[in-house]
């Protein structure tokens, strides 16, 4: 977290995508630890390039970090990274506004981290993963906004995408049940427009197909028999820099 927390300062105007993943390479070797992202190739995906994920505006997930994309103030800019130490994975993610936010990007930067922070505390045992998503969907919805449907927080563990599935979205009383000990990803993309995306020719980088903005944020979560553990607690950084 303290990685992430570094690559947060350094977004900035003028700054570019790029800057920020050569950054976040340096300090995974400062601190003796690898990147989860980079080279991380699913259903027969080329290898992701970077270490760091930077997606600014409408920008989804998976944004490569190239130096062509430059921060702006006024933008909205998410960070999303992971490490693995001693076998393990972390999996966290936050968007922070830049200088002077419209009324629109602000106004969708706090409902999108509320829908997410709220479902924390639904993480216990005996709930399941669609009291989770049932309440972010709902937030976002009383928002005035939609949640993307095709990415989805999940287990983590010895792997980056472990089971269960906990979608941003669904039923109450629905999906898998929580016991004690499980770790998830809680995370949602929530959208100034509609859920609909599309991929650049990258491969990689999702956008809204809408064009319009997206917020992201994401928490490792332990489940217990009693409150939830928020492993990754960034819940306290400043919405905009």
């Not at 699913?42 to 970090?65: D, K, Y």
């Not at 650049?200 to 319009?212: M, Q, Y």
């Not at 939830?228 to 400043?238: N, Y």
Request: aromatic share 6%; net charge negative.
């Amino acid at each position: 977290m303290d990685i992430l927390k570094q690559l947060v300062e350094l977004v900035e105007p003028g700054v570019n995508a790029a800057e920020i993943d050569e950054q976040a390479a340096k300090l995974c070797e400062k601190n003796k630890v690898r990147s989860a992202f980079k080279d991380y190739a699913p259903r027969g995906l080329p290898p992701f390039p970077n270490v760091v994920s930077v997606c600014i505006n409408s920008e989804v997930v998976h944004a490569i970090s190239s130096a062509d994309k430059i921060i702006r103030s006024g933008d909205l800019v998410t960070i999303d990274f992971g490490i693995i130490s001693e076998g393990f994975y972390t999996d966290h993610c936050v968007t922070v506004g830049v200088e002077q936010l419209s009324s629109d990007n602000q106004r969708l930067l706090e409902t999108g981290k509320l829908a997410v922070t709220q479902s924390i505390s639904v993480a216990r045992a005996g709930m399941t993963t669609g009291d989770i998503g049932s309440t972010m969907f709902e937030i976002a919805q009383l928002g005035g906004y939609d949640i993307v449907k095709e990415y989805i927080g999940h287990g983590i563990g010895r792997k980056l995408h472990e089971a269960p599935d906990v979608p941003a979205y669904g039923e109450p009383n629905s999906g898998v049940k929580l016991r004690p000990g499980m770790v998830i990803c809680l995370e949602a993309q929530v959208t100034a427009g509609t859920d609909q995306i599309s991929h650049r020719p990258d491969s990689w980088t999702v956008v809204t197909k809408d064009g319009k903005n997206c917020v992201w944020f994401e928490y490792m979560v332990a489940v217990t028999n009693g409150a939830p553990e928020i492993l990754t607690d960034t819940r306290h950084w400043s919405l905009v820099v």
